[in-house]
C-alpha cells in the first residue's frame, strides 16, 4: 500500500462514503473522529443522515474483524480505528482538543514511516499541520478556479457564407471535426470570421448535430426582457422543454433568480406546462444566526424566503396578469396551488413530478444534497439551480467544490443539461460597482 491517509470529522460529515475513495490504500480514524460522529447522529439535516449513514457503514465493517487492527474494504484498501498511536506524538499537544489528536495520529504514522496525507475540510487543521511539516489536503479539492469552470457559451467563428446560411435557415450542420469538444446544449456567439460586428447567437443541439437559433422573446418573459446575450441564453434555456436541469451561475445583480422565476411563471401559469412551480432555497444565514424565530411556519420561512418574494413582487409589478380565476397576485397563486415556496429541508424521500422547481443558492449545497434534490425529480419535472460560487455561506465548501459547482462539472455532457455563467451585472449602477470594486 503505497499512502495512509489520516481523515478527519468534517470529509465524514461531508461525505459518509469517502473512506472507500482512497483505492488500495490504508485509510485512518481516530477514535475520536468516531466520537465526534456520534455526537452528530440526532441532528436532523444533512450532517445528521451522513452521520448516522457512515455509523451503519462502520457497524458492518466491524462483523469483518477488529477496526483496530484493520479490515479490508470492498475497493481492495484498508480501513484503521486508531486508538493508541494518537499518544505517540508530539507530547507539547492538549490532546484533550480533537483537532490535536487528530494531527497526532498522522503524525505518529508519519515517525512510523508512512507515506501520511491529513484529509480535512477545515482549513486551520490543515494549516496546523502545514507548520507541522506534515502533508495535508482538503476533501476532494479541484486544482482550478471558479473562471476555469465549464461557462455554457463560448464565441464560435464562421466564414460569411456559413453566418449568412444560419440566419437564412435557421440552420447551421457541424461536421465531425467541428463537434470536437462541444458540448450538448452549448450557446454560441456566431461570428463572422475578421469581423466580430457581424454576429448572431445559436445553441449547438445534439440531436441535429448542429447550431439552431435562441428561442424568439419579442413579448418578453412575464413582463421581462433579456438585457444582454447571456440572458438571452439563459432565458432560453429556461424556456427549452428539451433541457430538463439548467443550471445559472453568476455574481450578485446578474439576474439570475428573476430569470428563473419569470420563466417557471411563463410555463407554469400562461403556458400550463407543468402543474406547479416551486422555489425553494438553503436555509443558512449570512453572518450571526438570530437562532429561533417566532410564529407559525409562515412566519418563521419569512426571513429565510424573503429574496424570492422580492422578485415575485417585483414580477407581478411588471406584469399585470389576471388568469382564468382572477388571481392577479402571488398570493393568488399560491391560494389556488400553483405556486409553492419552501425550504430545502424536507426534500428528501419526495417524488416531485411535474413540476418547475427552482433552488436558488445552490452554491450553499454540497454535491450529495445537489444529488439528493435533483434525484427527487419525477416525470416532466424541470430542475433550476441558481447561484454565486464566490459568495459561500457553508464553512466547508468552496468556490469549486461545491453542490453548484460539481453539478456543472459532472453533468455538462448530458443532452438534457443546460448551463450560462452570467457576468454582467443588471440589477443597477450601484450594485455592479459594488461586485466590481468591494
Known amino acids: 500500500m503505497d499512502k495512509a491517509f489520516v481523515l478527519d470529522t468534517n470529509v465524514i460529515l461531508f461525505d459518509p462514503m469517502a473512506i472507500f475513495k482512497f483505492g488500495k490504500n490504508e485509510v485512518y480514524l481516530p477514535l475520536v473522529v468516531i466520537e465526534e460522529v456520534d455526537r452528530f447522529k440526532k441532528d436532523q439535516n444533512e450532517n445528521g443522515r451522513n452521520a448516522r ?34 499518544v505517540k506524538a508530539n507530547k507539547h499537544f492538549d490532546l484533550t482538543l480533537a483537532d490535536n489528536k487528530i494531527l497526532a495520529t498522522a503524525l505518529a504514522l508519519k515517525e512510523d514511516g508512512k507515506n501520511t496525507l491529513l484529509v480535512s475540510k477545515d482549513i486551520n487543521l490543515r494549516l496546523k499541520a502545514d507548520v507541522l511539516r506534515l502533508n495535508a489536503e482538503d476533501y476532494g479539492k479541484k486544482d482550478i478556479s471558479v473562471d476555469e469552470l465549464y461557462q455554457g457559451h463560448r464565441v464560435w467563428e464562421v466564414g460569411s457564407s456559413d453566418l449568412t446560411s444560419f ?8 461536421d465531425d471535426a467541428e463537434l470536437h469538444g462541444i458540448f ?13 460586428r457581424r454576429r448572431s447567437l445559436g445553441r ?48 450578485a445583480g446578474t439576474g439570475k433568480t428573476l430569470l428563473a422565476i419569470a420563466a417557471g411563471l411563463e410555463k407554469t401559469v400562461n403556458e400550463e406546462k407543468f402543474s406547479r412551480l416551486l422555489v425553494s432555497r438553503p436555509v443558512q444565514p449570512m453572518g ?23 422578485n415575485m413582487d417585483f414580477l407581478f409589478g411588471q406584469h399585470h396578469h389576471r388568469n382564468e380565476s382572477g ?6 397563486l399560491i391560494n389556488h396551488g400553483l405556486l409553492h415556496v419552501e425550504p430545502l429541508t424536507y426534500i428528501r424521500g419526495r417524488s416531485i413530478p411535474g413540476q418547475y422547481l427552482i433552488v436558488d443558492e445552490a452554491q450553499n449545497l454540497s454535491p450529495h444534497e445537489v444529488k439528493t434534490i435533483i434525484t427527487r425529480a419525477g416525470e416532466g419535472t424541470k430542475i433550476v439551480l441558481t447561484g454565486d460560487c464566490h459568495q459561500i455561506d457553508s464553512p466547508y465548501l468552496d468556490e469549486v467544490n461545491n453542490g453548484l459547482a460539481y453539478c456543472v462539472d459532472r453533468l455538462k455532457s448530458e443532452d438534457i443539461i443546460g448551463h450560462t455563467t452570467l457576468k454582467v451585472g443588471e440589477r443597477s449602477p450601484l450594485s455592479e460597482a459594488a461586485s466590481k470594486l468591494l
Not at 441535429?208 to 438571452?232: A, F, H, S
Open 288 to 310: 450571526k444566526d438570530l437562532g429561533y424565530l417566532p410564529g407559525d411556519i409562515n412566519d418563521k420561512l419569512g426571513p429565510w424566503m424573503q429574496p424570492i418574494f422580492d
Open 204 to 251: 449547438y443541439c445534439k440531436k441535429k448535430r448542429g447550431i439552431v437559433p435562441l428561442i424568439p422573446m419579442r413579448e418578453g418573459v412575464w413582463g421581462i426582457y433579456p438585457k444582454n446575450m447571456e440572458q438571452q441564453f439563459a432565458l432560453d434555456a429556461l424556456l427549452n422543454d428539451e433541457i430538463s436541469l439548467v443550471s445559472l451561475v453568476g455574481k
Open 53 to 86: 449513514h457512515f455509523s451503519r457503514i462502520i457497524d458492518d465493517l466491524r462483523h469483518q474483524g477488529s477496526l483496530n487492527e484493520g479490515v479490508t474494504l470492498e475497493n481492495g484498501g484498508k480501513l484503521v480505528v486508531t486508538v493508541d498511536r494518537e
Open 184 to 196: 450538448p446544449n452549448e450557446y454560441l456567439i456566431i461570428q463572422e470570421e475578421g469581423n466580430n
Open 167 to 174: 440566419e437564412k435557415d435557421r440552420f447551421l450542420d457541424l
Open 327 to 332: 388571481s392577479s397576485s402571488y398570493e393568488d
